[in-house]
């Protein structure tokens, strides 16, 4: 009997070791972690519980056969984050380069089948070379199984990638399918084909950083969103935004203590908006007084900055806030924008968590560049979004909602819940003096004529009335109450059900 325990201790201990002592060195020298070191700070301590210790590969080509490691390159299994369920896969570096095998795919499929049973996310280490070379086909037919869970467990659990090393080839579409992307700075990186096969087909010489690295995806591709400085950093902001997600779509995100009275009022806020128009200010500041103890998690932050996404919690709720940012192309909407806040609208009803929406937008940025780029259909990316979203919505309107842009922030006639406007709102189809130039074309040579025609058009349009009026805006609200307001519409929205007519699924706009 004793043998058979020391067996399994030394079985473990071998397994523990991943490639061996060289390789660990070689990891600890990039400034990375292990595999196990890593899922060690993620987890609350002591809570992971490992599956498939002992797989090992089954390939018997280039003389496989002698090299095997417990494991075979990934550490599986499923722990605790602040006592809340999760599944957790860590690719090994130290083995075979943390390659994806058939057996190593398998041991991924298994605890995503998991997570998708027991309804908790799934949160995926990359650190891997890619499909296993050795292996060929079989390890291709296994990214494409994890591929097809990662499509089914979409909108069922929060999935989670962080790039911790190289993701190369096919092994960036499964972390391209989960819902959220972090990166660490200087150490990972992301791209189809490398530098290598870069300079071959197009001749660019591009650096495996330029081409992938945490900069150029947080702020030119958008594909990941957000890097940090190391892994440590990156595993304590996953553990963050867990806390502030659900775990599945069928439960309400995790309701937290909070100690920040929801009646607080703010009268910094009466003099947030400044007097001149055309002056920018920092939504962010809104967005901050008004969350539960100033706490916001955004996303994307380095990414279309004249949008905001991101999450905060009222009465120790988590909310999605969307909001236009003035102080960047003056809070336009464009084609990054709107695919930013649309893609996160959409993460937000598809989990139940209610959108409070900020709405500072002059309108769509003209040019060629945009409509070339397509900006009709990516800006009716969001407005599908937020209306097909049938979570709680709370609209406030601080100063300008222009046109289009006006329709497609949430608006009422998009089944906003709550639409409330700042007494400094101006809702209308375009500014004064672009109205102006337009009704008054003939009068254009006549300074003083047209400084009239625009004072007219300003005080009958360049306020929230006209829409409130015609109900269009519930109620215009002091902005030092916003907090208070907002509070108090999401509180009575918490039992709101609404649902879409039945269909297989939408043709949002691609
Ligand atoms: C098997 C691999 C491997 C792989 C690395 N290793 N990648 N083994 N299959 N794909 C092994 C190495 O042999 C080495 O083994 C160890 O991992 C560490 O690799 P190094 O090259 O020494 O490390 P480093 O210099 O840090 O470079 C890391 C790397 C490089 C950039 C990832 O290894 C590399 O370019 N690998 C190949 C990447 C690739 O082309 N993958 C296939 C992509 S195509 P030892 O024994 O020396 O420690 C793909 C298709 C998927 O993934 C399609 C899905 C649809």
């Not at 309108?363 to 709680?392: D, M, N, R, Y």
């Amino acid at each position: 009997m004793k043998d058979i325990l020391q067996e399994l201790e030394r079985r473990r201990g071998d397994a523990r070791e991943g490639g061996g002592a060289r390789r660990v060195e070689a990891q600890h020298s990039k400034g990375k972690l292990t595999a196990r070191e890593r899922i060690e700070l993620l987890l609350d301590p002591g809570s992971f519980e490992e599956f498939d210790m002992f797989v090992s590969h089954r390939c018997t080509d280039f003389g496989m056969q002698d090299s095997k490691y417990s494991g075979d390159g990934v550490v599986t299994g499923w722990g605790t984050v602040n006592g809340r369920l999760v599944y957790v896969f860590s690719q090994d570096f130290t083995v075979f380069g943390g390659s994806l095998s058939e057996t190593h795919a398998q041991k991924i499929c298994k605890i995503m089948d998991m997570a998708m049973q027991n309804g908790a996310p799934v949160i995926g280490l990359n650190d891997s070379g890619g499909a296993r070379i050795q292996e060929g086909v079989a390890s291709l037919a296994g990214y494409a199984d994890v591929f097809q869970r990662n499509i089914m467990a979409s909108g069922v659990v929060p999935q989670i990638s962080v790039i911790m090393g190289p993701c190369a080839g096919g092994a960036v579409y499964s972390p391209a399918m989960t819902d959220f992307i972090f990166m660490v700075k200087d150490s990972s990186y992301m791209f189809v084909t490398g530098p290598d096969v870069v300079k071959t087909v197009t001749n660019e010489v591009v650096t495996a950083e330029e081409l992938g690295g945490a900069k150029t995806h947080t702020t030119k591709s958008s594909v990941a969103d957000a890097a940090f400085e190391n892994d440590l950093e990156a595993l304590m902001e996953v553990r963050r935004l867990i806390d502030m997600l659900p775990l599945n779509n069928r439960e309400k995100p995790p309701h937290r203590p909070f100690f920040d009275d929801p009646e607080r009022l703010d009268m910094s806020l009466d003099t947030l908006i400044p007097e001149n128009p055309n002056m920018p200010y920092d939504m962010k500041e809104l967005i901050v007084k008004t969350a539960d103890e100033g706490d916001f998690y955004e996303i994307q932050a380095e990414f279309a900055k004249n949008m905001i996404t991101g999450f905060i919690r009222l009465e120790g709720q988590t909310v999605g806030v969307v909001a236009n940012q003035p102080m960047v192309l003056a809070g336009c909407l464009d084609i990054d924008s709107s695919r930013k806040a649309a893609r996160f609208v959409r993460f937000c009803d598809a989990f139940e968590i209610p959108i409070l929406t900020f709405v500072d937008v002059p309108g769509f940025l003209p040019g060629t560049g945009q409509e070339f780029g397509g900006v009709i259909k990516h800006g009716a990316k969001l407005l599908f979004a937020f209306g097909e979203a049938t979570v709680p919505k709370v609209t406030v309107i601080t100063r300008k909602a222009y046109g289009g842009a006006y329709d497609v922030m949430s608006s009422k006639h998009i089944r906003g819940d709550f639409n409330y406007a700042w007494p400094t709102a101006e809702i209308a189809v375009m500014g004064a003096k672009g109205a102006t130039e337009i009704l008054y074309r003939s009068e254009l040579g006549d300074a003083e004529k047209i400084a009239a025609r625009t004072k007219d058009y300003e005080d009958r349009f360049a306020n929230p009335f006209v829409a409130a009026e015609r109900g269009f805006i519930d109620e215009v609200i002091q902005p030092h109450s916003t907090r208070k307001r907002v509070c108090r519409a999401f509180a009575s929205l918490r039992n709101k059900k609404q649902t879409n007519p039945w269909k297989k699924h939408d043709n949002i706009p691609l």
